[in-house]
């Protein structure tokens, strides 16, 4: 898969009168990781649900390679993982019930299923939790949970929403060396936070944006110039002021 | 057919677990069924089922008072061990006092219209006794009465008659058949399929519960992701909930013919056709799940499922026919019950239980029902591509 390509993409919800997403044009190459910041309410989240296809209605045009992401899902529907900043699985289940479920509903079954399942609880570290009702979880093993369900299908574009909000500093760390180890992997990942220092640490390249709009995007040794680091550009670009 | 199995096991997964849910699916018409079968046991007696005290005072004297009380004692009538002997009137029982004043019985003989008519007679009643017990009471009296007139007016002409030739009572003999030859329904019969469809209605409360769940913690927009077309998530809702109306249906059958009857309540009659049966409990059914569907997509909060699903219920029974049997409510309401769905179950399951028809007698609810049933399918769908947006995202 080549670049993941954003270009011009606008979008709207229903019933507001000013564009969340705002011609934004992105470019972020495979193998790396992608760090997409802004303050609350600068649309990254919305930015994230159309690449996963839960909202509708985007105008512009997203591709990966020369191909539209569209028909990639089409064609590979699994390409596509995505870890939500929500605890996203049933924690009236245990958590190798949630695997399972979300492996099946990505089109695993029997064996390749099994294989799966133990292999993302590996990664992630939560196979001494396995039966465990996944809602009487620990904050970092919820987020290991969460990360191990969206790596089920072996994606090749992984978005991550803010995965490390709530964790102590050693679940921080885990889930960190992980990502990047998936980055080594070959694939494409995309991670918002509002932590600068994580994004400082293992992002490739990053974009800020605010108010829909692309403010800078780039090679962080590009982006991060002088003495300044990654949280004094933030400042300076989208400002102050409150926004919640 | 795979992710649908999956979404299926989940579906029953999440409502194995959740004992509040299952308790409002099987305990609560379970225990509806047993207290209205009992407390509502004696407004579905008619004639000698159900037994109602009465007492004579007559001024003539106690002979006179005995005899009335011997004519009109029978058919769910019988007279008070503690007859007011003293005229002094208990303030509930018994529930029927005649007082027959003095001259009464002097004056049967005299023809009507003339002089020396007898002097009226006075019923006293309970206020809370039924206006169809107390009309049946009156025609009796008013029967004794006339048997006696003529037997007196006949002994007056110089022929010996006795008044129990002229007793309405053998004037002929009439039987009476209910349509089905199951007899009256009785209120266990009532209250059964009554109760059980208000059960049945009741899956809106876990249907819509975990769909705000699973749209509030993020499983839903994870679905979507997955390219989980939502059809699919909304099918992945019914197969479990019918399984589950289904179980609701042979349990609450299973309360009638042993839990009632162990509380001394009688035993449910079960019908002839089960296929019948089964046939109105699947539409009944999909109806059901139609409306949590709905309720589901409608709700942005766990208040607002629960609000719109229970009370939406608790209507759809009070005008159905659930809570006050339709008979017992004016023509206006009985007009109205006819727009509730829980009317329409009721009439499918009354016509298999009680009357023992046939396929031609379910087919007008039956339809009804699944024409509701993708109505609200539809409308499920409709709301979602709506607002075509999935997530509370930003």
Redesign the interface.
Known sequence: MGTLNLDALSFRYPGRGENVLDKVTLAIPAGGIFGLLGPNGAGKTTLISILAGQLRGATGRISAGDEPLEALRRRRPHSLGLVPQEYAFYPMLTCAENLRFFGAMQGLAGARLRERVAAAAAFARVESVLGRRAGRLSGGLKRRLNLAIGLLGEPEILLLDEPTVGVDPQSRAFLLESIRSLAGAGRTIVYTSHYMEEVEAICDRVAIIDSGRVLVSGALSEVIRDDSDLEELFMQLTHRSLRD | M??L???W??EY??LS??LLGLAVLFLMPAAFIVVMSLALSDVFRGGPARQTEFAVIAFDGPEFAKQLTERLAGDGFHPSPEPAERGVLHVTKPALTLIVPLGFERALGTPLGKAGSPPALKLVADPTLPPALLLAFQQRVLGVVLALRVSAMMRQAGIAANADAFDLKRAATLSVETIGGSGRPSSVQQNVPAWLIFGMFFVVMPISSLFVVER????L????????PFSMLLLGKVGPYFVVNLAQAALMLLAGRTLVPWFGGETLALPARWDLLAAVTACTSFAAIGWGLLVAVCSRTLEQATVIGGVGNILAAAVGGIMVPRFVMPESMQKLSEASPMAWALDGFHAVILRQGGAADIAAPCAKLLALAAALLAAALWVHHR?????S??
């Open positions: 795979r992710r199995l999956a979404l096991e989940k997964l999440a677990r959740d509030r913690e993020g499983t927009a994870r679905l979507v992701s997955l390219r989980v607002r075509r947006v999935l997530v995202a930003q």
